[in-house]
């Protein structure tokens, strides 16, 4: 039998004639078993809002989206989109055109990027989800949806015949312009639907049909700026990508939803980082309890460790039993704050007792990587507070 072990063991279940003590236990026990369930319910909430914010973005952006590596906008030919629609993995895809253009509306003017999809976008994107009022643009047609954003700097509603809604886009070449009014391409729009997702992404594009976007830029019929795509579900991205870069002579910019959204994701990672490092210094600051515990523990058993002492065992092995009941402790308190935060969390997903609105329940989602996160944090500050602890066990504190 493990000596060391054993006898942690029965320091951990057994009360001490000091009255003191055992309160000093009991607070360094609650002290870790609060803070492994701070710590989880506080990264479980972190989890459900990077979902919640990521959320919006899932039914604008795609999978992947390619891009030029040379310019503005390539060509895409029949045999390409051919072999695009061999690859294994790529459940749809949809063409488009990025430019940002003026839209002029009751003398009000705004700069923003126009983008020019074909009747496959809404496949790739859950655009139609989003939509705050009216409907989806018909295909080669001069329809427009708005974000709620731009809708409201222009105070502008839908299919609204009486005001002429503009939008002006530089005509390329090169040169000194002699007449303005022919230095851009000018079309009458009509706004038939607006979305709504964020307060920047509202404001963000101004969706046309491909070919209105393709005249105003005087692209040619198979001149685009990307293409976007759905993967099918347990798709291998890396391949998908690998086959398009061959497919267009390694002459494009693949990029993934995380990758469109570089900025956000750092910033929700860094946040989830700066919470879990704040928490754990709080775990830290509560496993000082669990030292002074142990040392408590020491200084009260000092008769029984000297006895063991003169029987024969070693510094080391006494030092080990408070090391194990330090450890053993920071496991057993754990577990318990892991199992209360879980029902925490799981009672918010199912019964949504705390609202951020009326209709808005506080987002939260469990993760068995949380789960892992916070018990290694745990067990491992418990080991060194129990190490710091147990240390004080020597000779010199024995004689």
Same mark, same amino acid.
């Given at each position: 039998?493990?000596?060391?072990?054993y006898?942690?063991k029965?320091?951990?279940?057994?009360?001490?004639?000091?009255?003191?003590?055992?309160? &000093?236990?009991?607070?360094?026990?609650?002290?870790?078993?609060?803070?492994?369930?701070?710590?989880?319910?506080?990264?479980? +909430?972190?989890s459900?809002?990077?979902?919640?914010?990521?959320?919006?973005?899932?039914?604008?952006d795609?999978?992947?989206?390619?891009?030029?590596?040379?310019?503005?906008?390539?060509? +895409?030919?029949?045999?390409?989109e051919n072999?695009?629609?061999?690859?294994?993995?790529?459940?749809?895809?949809?063409?488009?055109?990025?430019?940002?253009?003026?839209?002029?509306?009751?003398k009000?003017?705004?700069?923003?990027?126009?983008?020019?999809?074909?009747?496959?976008?809404?496949? +790739?994107?859950?655009?139609?989800?989003?939509?705050?009022?009216?409907?989806?643009?018909?295909?080669?047609?001069?329809?427009?949806?708005?974000?709620?954003?731009?809708?409201?700097?222009?105070?502008?509603?839908?299919?609204?015949y009486?005001?002429?809604?503009?939008?002006?886009?530089?005509?390329?070449g090169?040169?000194?312009?002699?007449?303005?009014?022919?230095?851009?391409?000018?079309s009458?729009?009509?706004p038939?639907?607006?979305?709504?997702?964020?307060?920047?992404l509202?404001?963000k594009?101004?969706?046309?049909?491909?070919?209105?976007?393709?005249?105003?830029?005087?692209?040619?019929?198979?001149? &685009?700026?990307? &293409?976007?795509?759905?993967?099918?579900?347990?798709?291998?991205?890396?391949a998908?990508?690998?086959?398009?870069?061959?497919?267009?002579?390694?002459?494009?910019?693949?990029?993934?939803?995380?990758?469109?959204?570089?900025?956000?994701?750092?910033?929700?990672?860094?946040?989830?980082?700066?919470?879990?490092?704040?928490?754990?210094l709080?775990?830290?600051?509560?496993?000082?309890?669990l030292i002074?515990?142990?040392?408590?523990?020491?200084?009260?058993?000092?008769?029984?460790?000297?006895?063991?002492?003169?029987l024969?065992?070693?510094?080391?092995?006494?030092?080990?039993i408070?090391?194990?009941?330090?450890t053993l402790?920071?496991?057993?308190?754990?577990?318990?704050?892991?199992?209360?935060?879980?029902v925490?969390?799981l009672?918010?997903?199912?019964?949504?007792?705390?609202?951020?609105?009326?209709?808005?329940?506080?987002?939260?989602?469990?993760?068995?990587?949380?789960?892992?996160?916070?018990?290694?944090?745990?067990?491992?500050?418990?080991?060194?507070?129990?190490?710091?602890?147990?240390?004080?066990?020597?000779?010199?504190?024995?004689?």
């Amino acid at each position: 039998m493990n000596f060391p072990l054993y006898i942690a063991k029965r320091y951990i279940f057994s009360n001490s004639k000091n009255n003191a003590i055992n309160i &000093i236990n009991r607070i360094a026990s609650m002290g870790i078993i609060v803070g492994a369930m701070a710590l989880f319910v506080v990264l479980s +909430v972190f989890s459900g809002l990077k979902v919640f914010s990521l959320s919006f973005l899932n039914n604008i952006d795609p999978d992947i989206k390619i891009s030029s590596t040379l310019g503005k906008s390539f060509f +895409v030919s029949p045999s390409q989109e051919n072999q695009i629609k061999a690859i294994d993995g790529v459940a749809s895809y949809s063409k488009i055109i990025e430019e940002r253009v003026l839209f002029v509306f009751n003398k009000k003017q705004e700069v923003t990027l126009l983008k020019g999809v074909d009747s496959s976008f809404t496949k +790739v994107n859950a655009i139609k989800k989003i939509l705050y009022n009216g409907e989806w643009l018909q295909k080669d047609t001069y329809q427009v949806v708005l974000g709620y954003g731009i809708s409201e700097k222009f105070s502008t509603g839908l299919l609204d015949y009486n005001n002429v809604f503009e939008v002006y886009v530089p005509k390329p070449g090169k040169g000194a312009i002699e007449n303005p009014a022919e230095a851009f391409n000018k079309s009458s729009i009509v706004p038939v639907g607006i979305y709504a997702i964020s307060e920047d992404l509202d404001s963000k594009y101004v969706f046309a049909d491909l070919g209105l976007a393709q005249e105003l830029l005087e692209y040619k019929p198979n001149q &685009i700026s990307g &293409i976007e795509f759905k993967l099918k579900n347990g798709a291998d991205e890396s391949a998908v990508t690998s086959k398009l870069q061959t497919i267009f002579n390694h002459k494009i910019t693949t990029k993934n939803r995380a990758q469109l959204n570089e900025s956000l994701y750092k910033m929700l990672n860094t946040e989830n980082l700066a919470v879990y490092l704040i928490f754990t210094l709080v775990i830290v600051i509560a496993l000082f309890n669990l030292i002074g515990a142990l040392i408590m523990m020491i200084l009260d058993k000092k008769g029984n460790l000297k006895t063991l002492l003169n029987l024969g065992t070693e510094i080391k092995d006494l030092r080990k039993i408070f090391l194990l009941q330090g450890t053993l402790l920071s496991v057993f308190g754990g577990i318990i704050g892991l199992v209360l935060g879980i029902v925490i969390v799981l009672l918010q997903q199912h019964f949504e007792f705390i609202m951020i609105t009326p209709t808005l329940a506080y987002p939260v989602v469990f993760s068995f990587e949380n789960v892992f996160i916070v018990f290694a944090t745990i067990v491992t500050l418990g080991f060194i507070a129990s190490l710091i602890a147990s240390s004080r066990v020597s000779k010199k504190l024995l004689d």
